[in-house]
């Protein structure tokens, strides 16, 4: 490598040592930092670090599977990108239930979290946008139905079915139970992978999404150079991708100091402890999905969106109930009242909405009003 590209590289990729020295500032004298958090001020100040290196990386880890994805193509492109993203939720959960005190709900409100923040917030957001401006946008109604068609039994068995048990009190699945569940997710999901990469991957592309031209004006798209990012091999964006997990997860944990202070001392609702992990988790596929859907794309989008919801359910929920065993820390996967209420009507929603192949900006007003909904129930419900 040059040095004139070693220059460039350590420009484009700052926010690495950034995210390193936050690391280091809190595996040194971590302790001192959270014994001020009384302090407002410098406890606004530490959430606002640790959110921003925290997101920071996140965005990073998604841009570089970004990067592999367009060197895969779909619908590979976009399965890198969602794996990536789950790694992240997994790590970030795992961390953060182990930090302290078992919070035996925590998974469960952060994969609540993130179907809310995908299903109403990320697809409204990009409905709206792609409908505003294009006024009807198409999509492959197949592989829409084919997601849904794995999402709705996997999401209704994993937080709902544990409602309605009688094995076991309470929102909770007995050992056998989990396990039947561990391996019907892990089923489903392979036998998913297998249609969307072997059998049909002519179900998760459209051509006619790219005007006029069809495979034409992908064609031309592809033969210009890319001036945001030079030319890298995948061998080091896999590099980097791993590189900025690091302290995601690292800092993940952190973050749970404190989160739990404000949840502890300000009586703020349990539920925001997922909600800011889903947030940090959700966030960098909903820029990548909006910015799709903007460039009338909505193909791209929903697979980004769709496959984030399905990889959370058919992959989160399996590795929680292993990690929640191989650590003895008990975890419940029901949801209550208003939640389990909102999350089938989401469902039924999508179901509806992904019904012709087109949509438009009612369908995205409709949800973005659920993901409101969902924000006015955590302290309202």
Not at 226 to 246: F, G, K, Q, V
Not at 255 to 277: K, S
Not at 286 to 303: D, F, K, P, T, W
Request: hydrophobic residues 55%; proline residues 4%.
């Amino acid at each position: 490598m040059t040095s004139r590209r070693l220059v460039s590289l350590v420009k484009r990729e700052w926010f690495l040592g950034a995210s390193a020295l936050t690391c280091l500032v809190f595996w040194l004298d971590g302790g001192a930092v959270f014994d001020t958090l009384s302090d407002p001020v410098w406890l606004v100040g530490v959430l606002a670090w640790l959110l921003a290196a925290v997101l920071g990386s996140a965005i990073a880890v998604v841009r570089h599977a970004d990067a592999l994805a367009e060197r895969f193509g779909e619908p590979f492109g976009t399965l890198i990108l969602t794996l990536s993203v789950t790694s992240i939720e997994v790590m970030s959960i795992t961390a953060v239930m182990l930090h302290g005190e078992n919070n035996p709900t925590l998974a469960r409100d952060t994969l609540f979290a993130v179907t809310m923040i995908i299903l109403n917030g990320m697809i409204g957001l990009s409905l709206l946008l792609g409908g505003w401006r294009y006024k009807e946008q198409q999509y492959n109604l197949q592989g829409a139905n084919a997601y849904l068609g794995v999402i709705i039994p996997l999401g209704v068995l994993a937080l709902i079915m544990p409602n309605f048990t009688v094995t076991t009190s309470g929102p909770t699945l007995s050992f056998g139970q989990e396990i039947f569940l561990v391996v019907l997710s892990a089923g489903l999901y392979s036998a998913f992978l297998f249609l969307q990469t072997r059998r049909h991957r002519g179900y998760f592309t459209h051509d006619d999404l790219y005007g006029d031209g069809g495979l034409a004006d992908i064609a031309a798209a592809a033969a210009e150079p890319d001036i945001h990012e030079p030319c890298m091999s995948p061998y080091a964006h896999a590099a980097l991708l791993l590189a900025y997990m690091a302290p995601v997860v690292y800092l993940a944990e952190q973050l749970a100091h404190p989160v739990d202070y404000v949840i502890e001392t300000m009586r703020a609702p349990a539920a925001l402890g997922g909600l800011a992990i889903a947030i940090l988790v959700a966030t960098p596929e909903a820029i990548g999905a909006v910015r799709a859907a903007a460039a009338n794309n909505l193909q791209r989008s929903i697979n980004i969106f769709l496959g984030s919801v399905l990889s959370t359910i058919g992959l989160t929920v399996p590795a929680i109930i292993i990690i929640s065993h191989l650590t003895h820390h008990p975890i419940e996967l029901g949801l209550q009242h208003t939640d389990q209420m909102l999350f089938l009507l989401t469902l039924a929603m999508c179901v509806v909405n992904f019904s012709s192949g087109r949509t438009n900006v009612l369908q995205g007003g409709v949800h973005l009003m659920l993901f409101a909904t969902y924000l006015f129930l955590i302290f309202a419900g």
